[in-house]
C-alpha cells in the first residue's frame, strides 16, 4: 500500500516549530475577562459532568457530612452544661453529681466521635468515587484518541495532551474527592455553630462574629476577579506545559538541525510571561490579605470575646461557661471561612482540568470502515516526501519503500 505524499515527521521531530506556534505571543488575549468567566462556567459544567458517574455516591458522602456537621455543636452544649454543673456545685459547698458528670461526660465523648466517625466515612466514600472515576476517565481516555485521527495530535500538542491524561485527571480529585465533603461542611459547621453561639446567648453570639464582617470586607477586595484571574493562570501554565513537553521531546531533532534558539526561546518566554502574570497579580493582594487576616486572629478574637464577656458576666448576663464556650465557638469561625475560600480557588482549578479533559473525550475520531478488510501485505511506501525547519531542509524529495 502506497503512503500519501505528504509530512511524516513525529510530533516530536516537530518540536521546535510546534513550540514556537504555541508559544505565548499574545498573553494579551489571557486576559479577556468575559472569555475567563465564560470557561469558568464551562468548567462548572463539566464538573458536573464527569461526575455523573459517580453522582449518587457523592450524595451519600454529603447526607453524612450533614449530620457530621450538626453534631459539631453538641460538644459545645455538653461543655456548657458541664461548667453549670461544677459550678452550682462549689457554690454549694458540695461535690457535683457524678452521675450527671458522667452523663455529660460521655454525651460529649460521643457526639465528637460520631461527628469524626461521619466525616471520615463520607471523606473516604467520596475519595473510592474518586478513585472509580479517575480509572473511568484514563480508560476512557485512551479509547477515545486511540481512534482519533493524526492530525488531532498534531493540533493539541503533546504537552497539553500530557497534561490531561496525568495532571488533569489528578486535579479533578479536588471536585470530586473533597469539593462536594468540604465545600457542604464549609457551609454546614459554622451555620451550625454560628446558631449555637446565639441560642447560648444572642449578646455572646454578636461578640463571636464580631470582627468577621470586617475581615469578609477587606477579604472580599482580595477576591475581585479570583475567578478569571484563576482561569488565566490555568491557561498559562498550560502553555508552560506544552512548550516545555515539547521542546524536551524535540532535543535529538534541536541538535541535528540547530533550533536551540526558537524552541528554547518559546518555553522561556511560556515561564517568563507566566511567572511576571503571577507576580504582578498576587504581590499587591499579600497587604491586604494580611490585613484581612488580622481582623480573625487569636489574639483578636481573645480580646474581643472574653473582653466583652468579661462585662456581660459582671453584670450578671450570662455565666462563665456560656463565655468560655462562646469564645470557642468564635475561634472555630474564622477557619471555616478560610476553608471556603481555599476550596473555592482549587474548585475552579480542577472546572478548568476538568474542561480540557471534556475536551479529550469530545475529541474527533475516525469513522468505522463500512466493510473493513485486512491489509494485503505489509510493505508501505512513501513518495515524493519533503520537510524543512524554517530555511533547513530536512528531508528533501524522499522515496521509500519499507518491507517486512
Not at 289 to 294: I, N
Request: aromatic letters at 6%; proline letters at 5%; charged letters at 15%.
Amino acid at each position: 500500500m502506497a503512503a500519501p505524499a505528504v509530512s511524516p515527521p513525529t510530533e516530536a521531530s516537530q518540536a521546535p516549530d510546534s513550540a514556537a506556534q504555541t508559544a505565548p505571543e499574545d498573553f494579551a488575549d489571557f486576559a479577556d475577562v468575559a472569555d475567563n468567566r465564560a470557561r469558568a462556567a464551562a468548567g462548572r459544567r463539566a464538573i458536573k459532568r464527569l461526575g455523573t458517574p459517580v453522582r449518587g455516591r457523592l450524595h451519600l458522602a454529603q447526607a453524612l457530612v450533614i449530620i457530621s456537621g450538626l453534631l459539631a455543636v453538641a460538644p459545645y452544649l455538653a461543655l456548657v452544661r458541664l461548667g453549670e454543673l461544677l459550678l452550682a456545685a462549689h457554690r454549694s459547698g458540695q461535690s457535683p453529681d457524678s452521675q450527671q458528670v458522667r452523663t455529660v461526660v460521655v454525651v460529649l465523648a460521643a457526639a465528637y466521635t460520631a461527628r469524626l466517625t461521619l466525616h471520615f466515612v463520607a471523606l473516604m466514600v467520596a475519595h473510592f468515587a474518586d478513585l472509580t472515576l479517575r480509572d473511568k476517565l484514563r480508560r476512557d481516555i485512551v479509547a477515545r484518541i486511540s481512534r482519533a485521527p493524526l492530525a488531532w495530535f498534531t493540533e493539541s500538542t503533546s504537552g497539553r495532551v500530557r497534561k490531561a491524561v496525568q495532571d488533569d485527571t489528578t486535579t479533578v480529585h479536588t471536585a470530586i474527592a473533597h469539593g462536594p465533603v468540604d465545600r457542604l461542611n464549609a457551609a454546614i459547621t459554622p451555620l451550625a455553630l454560628l446558631i449555637c453561639a446565639f441560642w447560648i446567648d444572642w449578646r455572646l453570639g454578636l461578640l463571636s462574629v464580631a470582627t468577621i464582617p470586617v475581615y469578609a470586607f477587606i477579604y472580599s477586595l482580595s477576591m475581585r476577579g479570583m475567578t478569571e484571574k484563576t482561569i488565566e493562570m490555568d491557561r498559562r501554565l498550560a502553555v508552560v506545559s506544552s512548550t516545555m513537553t515539547e521542546f524536551v521531546a524535540g532535543i535529538g531533532v534541536v541538535k541535528a538541525f540547530g533550533q536551540v534558539g526558537r524552541a528554547h526561546a518559546a518555553y522561556l518566554k511560556a515561564a517568563d510571561a507566566f511567572s511576571s502574570a503571577y507576580s504582578g497579580w498576587s504581590m499587591p493582594l499579600i497587604t491586604v490579605s494580611c490585613l484581612a487576616y488580622t481582623w480573625v486572629s487569636i489574639p483578636v478574637l481573645l480580646l474581643v470575646n472574653l473582653g466583652g464577656g468579661s462585662l456581660l458576666l459582671r453584670a450578671g448576663a450570662v455565666t462563665m461557661p456560656q463565655v468560655l464556650a462562646a469564645s470557642l465557638i468564635a475561634l472555630v469561625l474564622p477557619g471555616t471561612l478560610d476553608a471556603v475560600m481555599t476550596i473555592s480557588w482549587n474548585y475552579e482549578l480542577a472546572g478548568a482540568a476538568a474542561q480540557r479533559l471534556c475536551d479529550i473525550l469530545d475529541a474527533p475520531t475516525l469513522p468505522a470502515a463500512v466493510h473493513p478488510r485486512r491489509p494485503e501485505g505489509a510493505r508501505v511506501e512513501i513518495e515524493h516526501v519533503s520537510y524543512s525547519y524554517g530555511d533547513t531542509l530536512a528531508v528533501d524529495d524522499a522515496c521509500l519503500t519499507l518491507k517486512p
